[in-house]
């Protein structure tokens, strides 16, 4: 079975490791997960660190505009778009908190398409960031 084409979108962050943003097998496109930071930008959207790199606060609504920004280059760029997404796995640090603000930011985006989701609460992600989400679409 063929691995599948590799896309990388230049409108958004590079990978913090070595994955492609996106990889097309079939008519199916999978992202890695994608988070609020942008790219070539040290700073991270709606993020405040202390000198060490620990969060000091954040803003999930701005983060979540963000990461949905960041989505939709990757799509767009390799060859799909917003319309196309099926399956979203969301990744929240803090669902207790972030989970309404969420909710409330990814029905403004999903009113039309309204794609499977999985939202899962985790103890912390690789950068100091709030939210990454996992995303399937056509292609």
């Not at 992202?31 to 606060?57: F, M, Y």
């Not at 029905?107 to 999985?118: G, H």
């Not at 939210?131 to 679409?137: M, P, R, Y």
Request: charged letters at 25%; hydrophobic letters at 35%; proline letters at 5%.
């Amino acid at each position: 079975m063929k691995n599948g084409e590799k896309f990388n979108s230049k409108r958004a962050p590079q990978a913090v490791g070595l994955y492609p943003h996106a990889r097309k097998v079939g008519n199916l496109l999978f992202l890695s997960g994608v988070g609020p930071r942008k790219a070539n930008q040290e700073k991270i959207p709606g993020v405040n660190l202390d000198n060490n790199g620990n969060i000091i606060s954040y803003d999930i609504e701005i983060q979540c505009h963000s990461v949905f920004e960041n989505i939709r280059f990757i799509l767009e760029d390799a060859g799909s778009s917003w319309e196309n997404i099926i399956d979203v796995q969301v990744f929240l640090t803090n669902m207790k908190d972030d989970f309404k603000t969420y909710n409330k930011v990814y029905a403004e985006y999903f009113k039309k398409n309204q794609p499977c989701r999985t939202t899962i609460e985790i103890k912390s992600l690789p950068t100091p960031i709030a939210i990454e989400l996992k995303v399937i679409a056509t292609i």
